[in-house]
């Protein structure tokens, strides 16, 4: 595809010459102002430049982007075109099922399917479907890749159809490593060359982890799948000039902490700060000093911070790591070139204009977790034990019993590890419960005797650790934490010590590049000598993966409700998210998962308490075993070379045979099974005409859900597992699928029947229609005196009588991963607003993508202090404004109680930009996309 040719205003069309070759280039220094933008901005700056058409990206936008005022609160639209899109499997699926159903809507209007292709390469990396069934022993990785090309085989079919029929669109198949360290390891450039030019590389992903590539100076974000399938269409991504929070780095890690401890610690301070739809952008004289792969760490947790962006400039170690992952000499100098001629490379002793300034001096940062439930809820280490005992009485019922221990008895902090009491063997009966005194330190206590054909007996209690996993792209593509792990495992088994029985240990590196760094340093039987068998390249316990915990300690845990934990080196920790038998989870280290998979319990003090005793005898702290910085670093220079990366990534699309032996369906349109479980034509597109029907005001609508503050996309989108007893559930058995093949539900988002019906289904969901209930539960009016029914059930049952529905949430409402389903799923249900006191990006910008009018309650005010308690019927008024091309501020919405008083108030309404108001009025981002391709 030719590029478009752009208007040219400023004259900044030019060529740059790059050994033998020349490419056409836009230059920022045309611009008036670009030289004192940060560096993201003048990757935007480019971007309108070479996109401007004098319609949607006018020079009256490149001015007011040269003009930006640092204080001023984000008001000018402006339109992104992202250089290319990347996708993870369980948000890509559904992206790929809409391209499909859009071949066909394309048709019933009169177009040709093949209108419908990704004009902007489009690369997705199968990497969400892997799940931990197996664990702890040599044939995991292998067991867990046959069981997945079992349960996801339709939906492997259906990719490898779209691989096949969709130009600029690529796979690569499972069992290859995580999205995100496949981007930066390979898929990213930092500078494109594409149809004769030369570009920044941007990305949109359908993950909020995409911000990872942040760190090697390439901007991109997390969208909706929905954004995602437009930008892959052509359309630009609509969006505010941002402010930009720069952050001074000075220092360097002290011994002891690692990249994790760091970004927990700037996790913690921009929550605080506050950056909601910000760009952060890191600069100083301590940039330097901070490794790609830290860089990519912190970048990675943008999404938990709350920033769009959290970037890191081109630089010399920038070019060290392309030159170490194998990318092409030609490649690199022209990363080196364009940068340093467009003003793109880091100079220290320049300091951009910032709206905002933080600092860190990386030598204050102390070794972190951060629990039991977000991941901004950073604890020191030391201070993690009492911490652990104020929180579990959250998770537990109040009349439970304390323990009296030897440390009661002294007390003293420090005693050893066996004598916690949920570290103690026992000999009872399986699953006995102990009975406990009081004790001085006031922990609740459940001690219950389990009994394991394979693990002996052991006691669990509150706090016991039953997960212990190395995980996700945070921390899995960072060389330092991942030998780190590894020389601390080699020296826990040399000390004699073992991982308590009741662990769940797993290992899912980033890429197959770690597992080749292992080997060459021979670290690999120490892990396994822990438990730390490879399970899959893949995402796995951050998402919900995890696989089931044995039977016994799931059933002990289970049936005496205790507040078990999971440890991952994951950067998401939301309620209900990891395992269904876990209600505590805490983000650490990959060196300090191990650790506490040796302490077994999060009741433990590393400091005072010894992790066991060395063969003669002699207590073992975990500052015993714990790496030198030196030896990290003389690891990381002896076991990680160049061959690697251009070895493991010679054939990454390839898949092997398992991949290419899959029966794979031919054509330009997908011919759909009416028999699938997996994969459905959606009804986006029925009844669709080539013009949209009016917006119209709402009327009589009733409360789906009353929500609280902090309510996720992991609360609202299915997630995790498939419950037999939910809605969901029931349709599988119907349509029968036996209980041991639902697999997940991330796994069937290309079944909207599941999805929908999995919608607001969390089990740690709390609709505060109810009193004391948790999970997809609400009041359904429809019936006298709202009696309690599932969500799914309840809005059936709306549908049928005609009543349209809202939902209330608090404060960052849809704050979480980028789930398109989180919006979909709510539309599906028939819900035509969300009221909420503050959204987050990427969640309101999804829910007008599906037809969702986002509405803010007044400031300073929330449904309970309005006295609204969701028994009401609304009214919204105003949002016909739309028809004749308004945006509207705000509508009227009157409630109406049960007694005939009203409580009424000006809503916000939160459609910021008019892109985002055509969407609005014709029903959603694809309708739009559809009617202008056959307009």
């Not at 969709?166 to 494109?192: C, D, W, Y």
């Not at 997940?744 to 988002?749: H, K």
């Not at 059936?796 to 398109?820: F, H, I, K």
Request: hydrophobic share 35%; net charge negative; with cysteine.
């Amino acid at each position: 595809m030719t590029a478009p040719a752009s208007k040219n205003s400023f004259g900044a069309r030019d060529t740059l010459q790059v050994g033998n070759t020349s490419y056409e280039v836009f230059r920022l220094d045309t611009v008036e102002g670009s030289q004192r933008l940060p560096y993201s901005l003048k990757i935007l700056l480019e971007n309108l430049l070479r996109t401007e058409d004098g319609a949607n990206i006018t020079a009256e936008h490149i001015r007011a982007l040269g003009g930006w005022d640092p204080k001023a609160e984000p008001a000018t639209e402006i339109q992104f075109t992202p250089a290319r899109v990347v996708m993870q499997d369980f948000t890509g699926v559904p992206c790929v099922v809409d391209l499909a159903t859009m071949r066909e809507a394309v048709t019933d209007l009169g177009g040709s399917p093949d209108q419908v292709n990704p004009l902007a390469p489009a690369e997705m990396v199968i990497d969400h479907s892997v799940v931990i069934d197996v664990f702890g022993r040599a044939d995991a990785f292998e067991r867990n890749v046959e069981i997945e090309y079992e349960r996801n085989r339709e939906r492997y079919q259906f990719l490898r159809w779209g691989q096949n029929s969709f130009e600029e669109f690529k796979v690569v198949p499972p069992g290859t490593g995580i999205v995100h360290q496949v981007n930066i390891e390979h898929l990213a450039r930092s500078i494109m060359a594409r149809n004769g030019q030369a570009y920044p590389d941007t990305c949109v992903g359908t993950d909020s982890h995409t911000t990872m590539v942040n760190g090697l100076g390439v901007l991109g974000w997390g969208v909706g799948g929905i954004e995602a399938e437009a930008a892959m269409l052509g359309q630009p991504v609509s969006m505010l000039i941002p402010k930009v929070v720069g952050f001074k780095l000075t220092g360097e890690i002290p011994p002891g902490a690692t990249a994790t401890d760091v970004v927990l610690t700037i996790t913690e301070m921009l929550r605080q700060h506050g950056v909601v739809g910000k760009f952060v952008e890191f600069y100083g004289e301590g940039v330097a000093s901070v490794p790609l792969a830290n860089r990519a760490t912190i970048g990675n947790m943008s999404p938990e911070f709350g920033s769009t962006a959290a970037i890191f400039p081109i630089d010399d170690e920038t070019l060290r790591y392309l030159k170490l992952t194998g990318r092409a000499d030609d490649q690199l100098a022209l990363v080196e070139a364009y940068a340093k001629e467009q003003g793109l490379w880091h100079d220290p002793a320049r300091e951009p204009e910032y709206s905002e300034y933080l600092e860190l001096d990386l030598s204050t940062v102390v070794p972190s977790i951060a629990g039991p439930k977000r991941p901004q809820d950073r604890i020191a280490l030391s201070g993690a034990k009492p911490s652990f005992r104020s929180s579990v009485r959250e998770y537990v019922t109040d009349h439970e019993p304390v323990p009296h221990t030897k440390m009661d008895e002294a007390s003293e902090e420090s005693f050893p590890a066996s004598d916690s009491p949920a570290l103690e063997f026992a000999d009872d009966g399986p699953a006995a419960v102990h009975s406990a005194a009081l004790g001085a330190d006031g922990r609740p206590s459940k001690p219950v005797t389990v009994s394991s054909p394979d693990r002996g007996e052991f006691v669990l209690d509150h706090g016991a650790v039953v997960i212990a996993s190395i995980t996700s792209c945070t921390n899995t593509s960072n060389p330092s934490v991942m030998l780190g792990a590894a020389l601390l495992a080699r020296n826990a088994v040399e000390k004699g010590l073992t991982v308590k029985p009741w662990v769940k240990t797993s290992m899912a590196p980033g890429s197959q590049v770690v597992t080749d760094y292992y080997e060459k340093a021979g670290l690999w039987p120490y892990l396994e000598k822990l438990g730390y068998h490879l399970v899959g390249y893949g995402c796995t316990t951050c998402i919900g993966n995890s696989g089931p915990l044995p039977e016994e300690i799931s059933a002990a845990v289970s049936e005496n409700d205790l507040a078990a934990v999971s440890v991952l080196s994951g950067n998401r920790n939301f309620e209900g998210r990891i395992n269904p038998d876990v209600k505590m989870n805490y983000l650490a280290s990959p060196p300090l998962v191990i650790a506490y998979a040796l302490a077994g319990t999060m009741d433990f003090d590393f400091e005072n308490q010894p992790l066991g005793t060395d063969t003669d005898g002699g207590n073992v702290f975990l500052r015993d075993i714990w790496p030198s910085p030196q030896e990290i670093q003389r690891t990381i220079e002896s076991a990680i070379t160049q061959e690697m990366f251009t070895s493991d990534y010679s054939d990454v699309f390839d898949g092997g045979e398992r991949w290419k032996s899959l029966p794979t369906p031919e054509g330009e349109t997908f011919a759909w099974d009416p028999q699938s479980t997996y994969v459905r034509r959606p009804p986006y597109f029925e009844g669709m005409g080539a013009e949209p029907d009016p917006v119209t005001d709402i009327s009589g609508a009733r409360v789906l859900a009353k929500l609280g503050d902090s309510v996720t996309t992991d609360h609202i989108s299915p997630a995790g597992a498939i419950k037999a007893d939910s809605p969901a559930g029931r349709y599988l058995m119907d349509n029968g699928v036996e209980r041991k093949d639902f697999n997940s539900y991330g796994s069937r988002r290309g079944n909207h029947e599941v999805m929908v019906r999995g919608t607001f289904a969390n089990i740690r969901l709390r609709n505060l229609l109810l009193d004391d209930v948790q999970g997809g539960y609400t009041r359904d009016f429809t019936q006298p005196g709202g009696p309690q029914a599932f969500i799914y059930d309840a809005a059936q049952n709306y549908a049928a009588q005609g009543t349209p529905l809202v939902v209330l949430g608090g404060t960052e409402y849809g704050s979480g991963s980028s789930r398109d389903w989180a919006a979909k799923g709510t539309r599906l249900l028939g819900v035509r607003a969300v009221i909420a006191e503050s959204f987050e990006r990427i969640h309101r910008s999804n829910l007008i993508g599906m037809g969702v009018a986002p509405l803010q309650f007044p400031d300073g005010s929330s449904a309970d202090s309005l006295g609204l308690d969701g028994t009401e019927t609304y009214d919204i008024a105003g949002l016909t404004a739309l028809n004749s091309g308004e945006t509207p501020g705000t509508v009227r919405v009157t409630a109406t109680k049960d007694d005939g008083s009203t409580v009424t108030f000006d809503a916000v309404v939160r459609i910021d930009t008019p892109g985002e108001a055509d969407y609005y009025r014709n029903g959603g981002i694809l309708q739009y996309v559809l009617r202008k391709m056959t307009a």
